[in-house]
T-cell receptor
Framework: QQQVKQSPQSLIVQKGGISIINCAYENTAFDYFPWYQQFPGKGPALLIAIRPDVSEKKEGRFTISFNKSAKQFSLHIMDSQPGDSATYFCAATRSFSGGSQGNLIFGKGTKLSVKP | DAGITQSPRHKVTETGTPVTLRCHQTENHRYMYWYRQDPGHGLRLIHYSYGVKDTDKGEVSDGYSVSRSKTEDFLLTLESATSSQTSVYFC????????????FGQGTRLTVV
């Protein structure tokens, strides 16, 4: 019940295209869903996050879509650029106000390559 | 990098030796975490701390211990390093309360030979 399943493992997109990465979770107590971006040799950087009271959150070219009934959420990168080439991780946790200690459960990651 | 410093950044050590990794934060955040990252596994929680001297185990805690004697420092110790502990280790911090955001350090690449 603690797993977060992420797909695809790798993704190749042309410059200007839309990148879509999907995640599914099992634990219905999760109420915070962040996405992290990681470049080689660097630590994961928080990109965007969503809570289940909204179905979509957009920040610039990055959008999270959230489907509570299906227990799925996805990251959409519009107008993908070569600089977006990185590994992306979805994660889930129960928020501190829900009694957790903020321990993140991560998906296994998606390596995105954006071709010029 | 949200005021997080990990040291050392790289280390090669021999099987059976003790190793301590340090995480130092300047944000005064209550929560600190140690994760390990391995190909095909994503990031997995080793131990975490919810205050000075308050720590607990994560998903993959066997072979690791931690200590937090000050708010700003969280130490991860491998008492007797094994080859299976070759990994990249990341420290993360979180403010807690209404703020669930977690920020990661740059990582420590540990190789056990």
């Amino acid at each position: 019940q603690q797993q977060v399943k992420q797909s695809p493992q790798s993704l190749i997109v042309q410059k200007g295209g839309i990148s879509i990465i999907n995640c599914a979770y099992e634990n219905t107590a999760f109420d915070y869903f962040p996405w992290y971006q990681q470049f080689p040799g660097k630590g994961p950087a928080l990109l965007i996050a969503i809570r289940p009271d909204v179905s979509e959150k957009k920040e610039g070219r990055f959008t999270i879509s959230f489907n509570k009934s299906a227990k799925q959420f996805s990251l959409h990168i519009m107008d993908s650029q070569p600089g977006d080439s990185a590994t992306y991780f979805c994660a889930a946790t129960r928020s501190f106000s829900g009694g957790s200690q903020g321990n993140l459960i991560f998906g296994k990651g998606t390596k995105l390559s954006v071709k010029p | 990098d949200a005021g997080i410093t990990q040291s050392p950044r790289h280390k090669v050590t021999e099987t059976g030796t003790p190793v301590t990794l340090r995480c130092h934060q300047t944000e005064n955040h209550r929560y600190m975490y140690w994760y390990r990252q391995d190909p095909g596994h994503g990031l997995r929680l080793i131990h975490y701390s919810y205050g000075v001297k308050d720590t607990d185990k994560g998903e993959v805690s066997d072979g690791y211990s931690v200590s937090r004697s000050k708010t700003e420092d969280f130490l991860l110790t491998l008492e007797s390093a094994t080859s299976s502990q070759t990994s990249v280790y990341f420290c993360a911090i979180s403010k807690g309360q209404e703020n669930t955001e977690a920020f990661f350090g740059q990582g420590t690449r540990l190789t056990v030979v």
